[in-house]
């Protein structure tokens, strides 16, 4: 038998030293067993007892710091077109697209006080949804039970002199947001006012409603 060759241990054919993985345990530098029968028992393995088996991959990670870090990283690259196919699924769901563009929002408003060098908290979404909840979820403009129409508006607007802060966003439906715009002071009579026009609005579009 030549030197470039070796008889696989399970399924006894004659292979190649490459069709074998690498082990400086063992004389010769190879597995006893083929790559092929090395995979085979090794699915079979995880079919018999994945837990055990991803219990074994999650020590090796933590024992293998650099190496994990590498390997994540390569996997990362290698499934950025799936993941990115996966975000774009995921997006077709309109609660999720919804979600989404709230956000957007949310964080293009804070950028709009960053550059206007106001001062502009960091806040979270778990904060957002206590500050709704002070307002039983409600628009504080026209009392509409907000959806995927909710808007943070900047009670005092960032044009004048208002801060990116929890205390000054005030939950609003897009209806009144766009009405109210930057005015300010903002008055009660005003508040009024919008309201109504907008409670009108929605009365005459009852028959193609708008919100989800
Ligand atoms: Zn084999
Ligand atoms: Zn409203």
């Known amino acids: 038998m030549s030197r470039r060759q070796k008889v696989c241990s399970m399924c006894g054919k004659l292979l190649a030293l ?106 979270s979404e778990f904060q957002f949804a206590l500050r709704l909840e002070e307002f039983d979820g409600k628009c504080y403009i026209c009392g509409e039970i907000l959806g995927a129409d909710l808007h943070w508006d900047h009670f005092r607007p960032l044009t004048a002199g208002g801060r990116h802060v929890l205390s000054n966003l005030f939950p609003a439906c897009d209806l009144c947001n766009v009405r109210k715009n930057s005015c300010w002071p903002f008055t009660e009579k005003r508040r009024k006012e919008i309201a109504e026009e907008v409670r009108a609005l929605r009365k005459q579009s009852v028959s193609k409603p708008e919100r989800r």
């Not at 018999?48 to 390997?71: C, D, F, G, M, V």
């Not at 563009?101 to 206007?116: I, N, P």
């Open 18 to 123: 490459s069709a074998f993985h690498r082990n400086k345990r063992k004389k010769d530098g190879r597995d006893p067993a083929c790559k092929e029968c090395n995979n085979r028992r090794q699915r079979l393995a995880y079919a018999a007892n994945p837990q055990k088996k991803i219990a074994q991959t999650r020590r090796y990670h933590l024992e293998h710091p650099e190496w994990s870090k590498e390997r994540l990283r390569a996997h990362h690259v290698a499934h950025k077109d799936e993941r990115y196919q996966r975000y774009v699924d995921r997006g077709k769901d309109p609660r999720i697209a919804a979600k989404r563009r709230e956000a957007t929002r949310r964080s293009e408003s804070r950028r709009r006080a960053l550059k206007r060098g106001l001062e502009a908290e960091l806040i």
